[in-house]
């Protein structure tokens, strides 16, 4: 599954039967070092579709970890798998396998970034933001200005 402006996009499937695409921000799944990190895709395949999504250290990610979890896809196809990331430092890398009836439909690489991070995913049907860390909203910061100028007007008056 970042704010990292505006670079989103999907990784596309490998060869098979059906096609899948997993959420990525520029081309890399990102996923939070956090105990519930969610990496989420697309299918073709009709809702209740069995899946596996699976995740593998690379590069020099230390300690090396294997993890698969099966899944059913929900509506419009869609995909979500929850992973323990707790364990690892941000920037440790990962590849992402989505496999359906024994073919990788969905391949990319992973990277694990800070739980403070902003997430921003796209490339699912309905984009997904999911954010975290400090920040205001635009009406608090329309309040804030507002705020300030009257706070100001009646200073000077």
């Known amino acids: ?3 990292v402006a505006g670079l989103t996009g999907t990784a596309g499937a490998a060869a098979g039967a059906s096609d899948a695409s997993l959420s990525t921000v520029n081309e890399t ?3 939070h070092a956090v105990e519930d990190a969610t990496v989420t895709g ?4 009709d809702a209740g579709a069995n899946v596996s999504v699976r995740v593998q250290s690379s590069g020099d990610t230390t300690p090396r970890f294997f993890r698969s979890r099966q899944v059913r ?5 869609t995909v979500a798998a929850t992973f323990d990331f707790s364990e690892h430092a941000p920037g440790d890398t990962f590849t992402v396998n989505v ?3 024994g073919s990788t439909i969905a391949e990319a690489e992973g990277e694990v970034v800070a739980d403070d991070v902003a997430v921003t995913r796209t490339g ?3 984009t ?3 954010t975290t860390g400090p920040g205001f909203g ?3 910061a329309a309040a804030a200005v507002c705020l300030g100028a009257a706070f100001m007007a009646r200073r000077r008056g």
């Open 99 to 101: 496999v359906h009836d």
């Open 128 to 130: 997904t933001t999911e």
């Open 42 to 45: 697309t299918t073709d395949l």
């Open 29 to 31: 799944v990102r996923a």
């Open 73 to 77: 896809t929900g509506e419009n196809g």
């Open 138 to 140: 635009i009406g608090a």
């Open 1 to 3: 599954m970042i704010a």
């Open 124 to 126: 699912t049907p309905e």
